[in-house]
T-cell receptor
Framework: KAGVTQTPRYLIKTRGQQVTLSCSPISGHRSVSWYQQTPGQGLQFLFEYFSETQRNKGNFPGRFSGRQFSNSRSEMNVSTLELGDSALYLCASSLTGPYNEQFFGPGTRLTVL | DQQVKQNSPSLSVQEGRISILNCDYT??????FLWYKKYPAEGPTFLISISSIKDKNEDGRFTVFLNKSAKHLSLHIVPSQPGDSAVYFCAASAAIQGAQKLVFGQGTRLTINP
């Protein structure tokens, strides 16, 4: 069974630009969650999508948005990038939701210059 | 407001000895707790979990203990092996105000020395 894949793996952008990250969950998993990992803050929950609907949301500004397609693939968009958005963005999939075991992808390393 | 805290950013343990990783939480509504392990350049992988109705859960070399009165959980690894060197995250979940909440700690870097 293929694992969770994320593209691209690395990305360099400049302030003010926007970026779209992609996540393909494990086949059959309907829940996709996104996290931001920074050295000082650890893993912070961005949002969760289940069957194309955003089901839960963390405490991030509206510049962070996402969507999920009918095949459960998900995209995350960050608009008007700031230096502080530099982080590892992780996506995780699960059958029912992130509150039990979930499977993480390798992450996308975003650097904002 | 850090609701889940791992106060030790790093821990060094000799191979074969016990590794104890600690995690404290502040919200008594958390009712399910998980531990994840993360190697560099990889996503976290699930290790073990525990429901708030239990105080201990064991899986091979890994045991998680939950002390609800102290709002504290710990992960014990016995015996520690070099492959256990990684960053360990604890996480807590709860249904709060109609939404499911999942909060991770900042992580503890465990180094197993030969």
């Amino acid at each position: 069974k293929a694992g969770v894949t994320q593209t691209p793996r690395y990305l360099i952008k400049t302030r003010g630009q926007q970026v779209t990250l992609s996540c393909s969950p494990i086949s059959g998993h309907r829940s996709v969650s996104w996290y931001q990992q920074t050295p000082g803050q650890g893993l912070q929950f961005l949002f969760e999508y289940f069957s194309e609907t955003q089901r839960n949301k963390g405490n991030f500004p509206g510049r962070f948005s996402g969507r999920q397609f009918s095949n459960s693939r998900s995209e995350m968009n960050v608009s008007t990038l700031e230096l502080g958005d530099s982080a590892l963005y992780l996506c995780a999939s699960s059958l029912t939701g992130p509150y039990n075991e979930q499977f993480f992808g390798p992450g996308t390393r975003l650097t904002v210059l | 407001d850090q609701q889940v805290k791992q106060n030790s950013p790093s821990l060094s343990v000799q191979e074969g000895r016990i590794s104890i990783l600690n995690c404290d939480y502040t919200n008594s509504m958390f009712d399910y707790f998980l531990w994840y392990k993360k190697y560099p350049a990889e996503g976290p992988t699930f290790l073990i979990s525990i429901s708030s109705i239990k105080d201990k859960n064991e899986d091979g070399r890994f045991t998680v203990f939950l002390n609800k009165s102290a709002k504290h959980l710990s992960l014990h690894i016995v015996p520690s092996q070099p492959g256990d060197s990684a960053v360990y995250f604890c996480a807590a979940s709860a249904a709060i105000q109609g939404a499911q909440k999942l909060v991770f700690g900042q992580g503890t870097r465990l180094t197993i020395n030969p």
